[in-house]
């Protein structure tokens, strides 16, 4: 059996087993998987992908700005099964303004310097999280400058 093919059924027998309601898509782009969950449901299929079926890793949590389309955000998770050796890409659309989602924090605690990044260069709320805050950026810094309207040129600061 190859190491490419038993990820790929894992991970298709886990997507499978979800919630039909909380699924609002799948695709595989090659041999790598991608789950679209609706986002009142994140938090029970993480927990579920964690809990039953193994993804004890959280590789990373990042987002995408698709200004001006609305929803404008997406949450993208990245998770790993060490015993079946498969990759999950899980997906959530943000659909609230302010943006935001269920923190994650409860399930894997790396999830609070990811979250912390998202919110400080996109401005995403992540509900729950017992510290957010900026990470990389000072307090004082205006806006999130991963956003696509964020001024290419950086804030209107008086450097005098």
């Known amino acids: 059996m190859s190491g490419e093919a038993v990820p790929r059924t894992y991970v298709q027998e886990v997507m499978d087993e979800l919630a039909a309601e909380a699924v609002r898509g799948r695709t595989c782009f090659r041999e790598q998987w991608t789950l679209e969950v609706r986002s009142e449901f994140l938090l029970q299929v993480m ?3 964690r809990n039953r079926w193994g ?3 959280l590789i990373d949590v990042t987002a995408v700005d698709f200004h001006p389309k ?3 955000f997406q949450v993208v998770y990245h998770l790993w099964c060490h015993d079946r050796q498969a990759l999950l890409r899980v997906k959530a659309w943000v659909d609230t ?3 935001s989602v269920p923190s994650v924090t409860g399930l894997w605690k790396t999830a609070g310097w990811h979250e912390r990044e998202c919110y400080d260069l996109f401005g995403i709320t ?3 999280h017992p510290d957010l805050r900026r990470i990389l950026l000072p307090e004082s810094w205006q806006g999130h400058p991963l956003r696509k309207d964020y001024p290419t040129e950086g804030p209107d600061w008086d450097l005098d």
């Open 55 to 57: 993804f004890r890793y």
């Open 70 to 72: 609305t929803p404008r």
């Open 126 to 128: 992540f509900m729950g």
């Open 97 to 99: 303004d302010p943006p």
């Open 47 to 49: 927990t579920e992908l």
